[in-house]
């Protein structure tokens, strides 16, 4: 029983920070969206995955080609 316990405590420290790093992050992209919305001066960067994957009109622009 007492390996069991300790197998289920580092499970619940390594959930415990997935969800803090999931939550951190949803803050800091609301953070950017309100930022951009009220007009703030410097923007915050975010990840740009348009280089990496295309998107579906683009896609759908190259099947019909």
Do not use: C, H, Q
């Not at 800091?28 to 740009?48: H, N, Q, R, T």
Request: hydrophobic letters at 60%.
């Amino acid at each position: 029983m007492a390996a069991g316990m300790a197998v289920a405590a580092k499970v619940l420290v390594g959930a415990a920070a997935a969800f803090f790093s999931a939550v951190m992050l949803g803050w800091y992209l609301l953070a950017v969206i309100m930022f951009v919305e009220v007009g703030f001066e410097f923007p915050l960067p975010v990840v740009d995955l348009s280089t990496r994957f295309k998107g579906r009109s683009d896609r759908e622009a190259a099947n019909r080609e």
